[in-house]
């Protein structure tokens, strides 16, 4: 039967490529398109453990090729220089390579317990006030992000210790659920932290997708933003204006927990600059600079321009797993019931794309994401007290949601949100508030099994 249904979407799959190569400037409609294709003409057709690492099948052999050089660069792990292969590392950083965090280009999880050191998160950091574009003020001798590693001859800046703490609630059914919540501490600083510092962890988030999310004309995001609410729903969405170092000027935010990076290059080069500690030509001086832990090496940039370049690219072409599932009757009434919770006011289900000169792979096509690019205010739970450009220390960017139900096939774990707290998707859903808190209080008043409805909802995407 599974291979019956998976021929039948091989075949949508032809169709909608036929269509598209024979209407190159014209949106296809609405019946050309099937929501089992999340990632649109750009959808792998691969439920496995690999099945967030795949290139778009509509591709060049050209392109095939960029997307090949940018995926080994992805995985190669770097040293400390001078060294023949792969050099630059530190002399402070986060992780050794990309793929130590993006784990199979999918999600890192936070630590299980407090003897765990961080590995696939980081922790952003700042004093109160804005800098000249409107970005965070760097914290003096630790920038804004901390280094919990550094190469030898070095010091880190410090440790993290992570501890968790539960409370134990119940529905209105009597059904009981436990919701944990983490503490971060900074330990053993090289020297003493200001006592306003605030910090923020991150969690490392899924990598696929994102060449289409950045076609997606800014006009387009703007139809959702509703920032004084004029429509009373209770539900806002405002954009994060950034600043875009290349340009040389201010862009819409798009990636990131806070939509702080406007585009997957200045998001590519900042991971290799703060999380390695690797210079480039778009961050071209040491995360170090200014600090005891600066080598003074004359070698910056430390990474050659084609290699930042093809791992940009790689992520750009990052293929979204088909759905399954899609077509089963307590998926279509979890889907409805997401629907009548508001869910979709901020993981809106669909968008289209727009032109893109570049890479006509991405053009004009109607994908599945399940988020708006927007930020909302998520309550207080969710609080990090930490404002980013215009994201406020309550306001996150809506995640999207596809691929969602492979994270335990991918990365082995269920762990959602932005540090990681949710030990599962009902939890994830249950840590909102503010805007989304008349959705919770909807789950929370449904029955056990439509609740579990939504979940399968959830897992089919």
């Known amino acids: 039967m599974k291979t019956n249904k998976f021929s039948i979407l091989a075949g949508i799959v032809t169709v909608v490529a036929l269509l598209h190569s024979c209407r190159k400037a014209e949106l296809l409609s609405e019946s050309d398109w099937n929501e089992w294709l999340s990632g649109g003409k750009q959808t792998l057709f691969d439920e496995s453990a690999r099945a967030f690492s795949s290139m778009f099948p509509d ?37 050794v390579s990309c793929s130590s965090c993006h784990i199979a280009d999918g999600r890192g999880r936070p630590p299980l317990n407090a003897s765990e050191p961080i590995s696939a998160m980081l922790i952003r950091l700042s004093i109160p006030g804005v800098g000249a574009h409107g970005e965070p003020l760097n914290v003096p001798g630790f920038g804004t992000q901390l280094q919990q590693r550094a190469i030898t001859g070095s010091v880190k800046e410090a440790d993290v210790l992570v501890t968790y703490t539960n409370q134990n609630y119940s529905f209105p059914d009597g059904e009981t659920y436990s919701l944990r919540s983490p503490h971060f501490q900074l330990t053993n600083p090289y ?19 994102l060449g289409l999310l950045e076609a997606v004309d800014e006009s387009t995001i703007l139809t959702y933003a509703d920032e004084n609410d004029a429509n009373g729903d209770g539900i806002s969405g405002k954009p994060n204006y950034v600043w875009d170092v290349l340009s040389n000027s201010t862009q819409l935010g798009r990636f990131g927990w806070k939509a702080n990076n406007p585009t997957i290059l200045q998001q590519s080069a900042g991971a290799y600059n703060e999380d390695m500690g690797i210079t480039n030509y778009v961050f071209p001086t040491e995360s170090s600079h200014g600090q005891i832990q600066y080598d003074n090496r004359n070698d910056d940039p430390e990474l050659p321009d084609s290699v930042l370049r093809s791992v940009s690219f790689y992520v750009q072409t990052l293929a979204v797993p088909v759905r399954r599932n899609a077509s089963d009757p307590e998926v279509l009434h979890g889907k409805e019931l997401f629907t009548k919770a508001s869910c979709a006011s901020c993981h809106r289900p669909s968008m289209v794309t727009g032109v893109h000169v570049e890479l006509p792979e991405v053009s004009n096509t109607r994908i599945f994401p399940y988020t708006d690019l927007l930020l909302h205010d998520m309550g207080e739970g969710l609080a990090d007290h930490r404002p980013d450009f215009e994201a406020d220390g309550r306001e996150w960017r809506t995640p999207p949601l596809w691929g969602i139900g492979l994270t335990q096939k991918v990365n082995g774990h269920n762990f959602f949100l932005h540090d990681g707290r949710a030990r599962s998707l009902e939890e994830a859903i249950l840590w909102h508030g503010g805007e989304a808190e008349n959705s919770v209080q909807y789950y929370k008043n449904l029955s056990k099994s439509d609740r579990q409805a939504i979940l399968k909802f959830l897992q089919s995407l």
């Open 59 to 95: 591709m060049s052999p050209a392109n095939q090729s960029i997307h090949g050089m940018g995926d080994k660069a992805f995985s190669a792990t770097h040293v400390s220089a001078p060294a023949p292969i792969n050099p630059g590392l530190g002399p402070i950083f986060n992780n």
């Open 191 to 209: 020297m003493a932290l200001p006592s306003n510092v605030m910090i923020s962890p991150r969690m490392a988030p899924p990598v696929f997708g």
